[in-house]
């Protein structure tokens, strides 16, 4: 887990009051070192609780996981834009026009954020 989870974790733990033992409890985890482990980098976020964290806190999972949610969205980004290329370089392939228009839908989004970001 990158150093910027496990500050973003505490962070939000200190600022809302809790304990770990209390956050641990409030998130369901079965072990009262859960959050002890996740913001000490011993264990990795496992998608229940970092949706968990998301709907306690009420921010964006990309703000509770900064660096990880970038890295995900640059490789789809990546592996979009290459399922399209190679799309394009077969014109015998008959398109699927549903997922083409997704993907580039897809891509005019991410554009779209990048602007914003």
């Given at each position: 887990?990158?150093?910027?989870?496990?500050?973003?974790l505490?962070?939000?733990?200190?600022r809302?009051?809790?304990?770990q033992?209390?956050?641990?409890?409030?998130?369901?985890?079965?072990?009262?070192?859960?959050?002890?482990?996740?913001?000490?980098?011993?264990?990795?976020?496992?998608?229940?609780?970092l949706?968990?964290?998301?709907?306690?806190?009420?921010?964006?999972?990309e703000?509770?996981?900064?660096?990880?949610?970038t890295?995900?969205?640059?490789?789809i980004?990546?592996?979009?834009?290459?399922?399209?290329?190679?799309?394009?370089d077969?014109?015998?392939?008959?398109?699927?026009?549903?997922?083409?228009?997704?993907?580039?839908?897809?891509?005019?989004?991410?554009?779209n954020?990048?602007?914003?970001d």
């Amino acid at each position: 887990m990158d150093t910027s989870v496990q500050d973003n974790l505490k962070a939000l733990r200190k600022r809302s009051g809790l304990s770990q033992i209390e956050l641990g409890a409030v998130l369901g985890c079965a072990n009262e070192s859960t959050i002890s482990h996740l913001e000490h980098r011993r264990t990795e976020i496992n998608a229940r609780t970092l949706i968990a964290y998301h709907i306690l806190f009420g921010i964006p999972i990309e703000n509770i996981v900064p660096g990880l949610y970038t890295e995900i969205r640059l490789h789809i980004i990546s592996r979009v834009a290459a399922m399209q290329e190679a799309s394009s370089d077969n014109p015998e392939k008959v398109l699927d026009r549903v997922r083409d228009e997704f993907l580039e839908e897809f891509r005019m989004r991410q554009r779209n954020k990048i602007q914003y970001d």
